[in-house]
Nanobody, 124 residues
Framework: QVQLVESGGGLVQAGGSLRLSCAASGRTFSGETMGWFRQAPGKEREFVAAITGSGISTYYADSVKGRFTISRDNAKNTHYLQMNSLKPEDTAVYYC?????????????????WGQGTQVTVSS
């Protein structure tokens, strides 16, 4: 059974940092694009960041560019999202996604596997 398990969410003040982790089990994702999405109350799930299988290429939503960094450790079958300079508008449930169908996978339907989500709350 394939599982993606997020960790690292929580409550932080504006300007603070959090690091999310997504540990995969049941299959390896070393050659596939992995991503992060988020969903705020009343809004659709939106793309945050993606990283190709080799880790060489990364992609970001304009809203997080320069503040968030996606990375991966294929030996651990885990990918990460370092979030710095957090803003109240970053508040959302963050989901990790695995098995992107192409290197530039920016929409939810392009991913086969999902984590359960972790809450990130940024207070002003």
């Amino acid at each position: 059974q394939v599982q993606l398990v997020e960790s690292g969410g929580g409550l932080v003040q504006a300007g603070g940092s959090l690091r999310l982790s997504c540990a995969a089990s049941g299959r390896t994702f070393s050659g596939e694009t992995m991503g992060w999405f988020r969903q705020a109350p009343g809004k659709e799930r939106e793309f945050v960041a993606a990283i190709t299988g080799s880790g060489i290429s990364t992609y970001y939503a304009d809203s997080v560019k320069g503040r968030f960094t996606i990375s991966r450790d294929n030996a651990k079958n885990t990918h990460y999202l370092q979030m710095n300079s957090l803003k109240p508008e970053d508040t959302a449930v963050y989901y990790c996604a695995g098995g992107g169908i192409r290197s530039t996978s920016f929409v939810p339907r392009q991913y086969a596997y999902w984590g359960q989500g972790t809450q990130v709350t940024v207070s002003s």
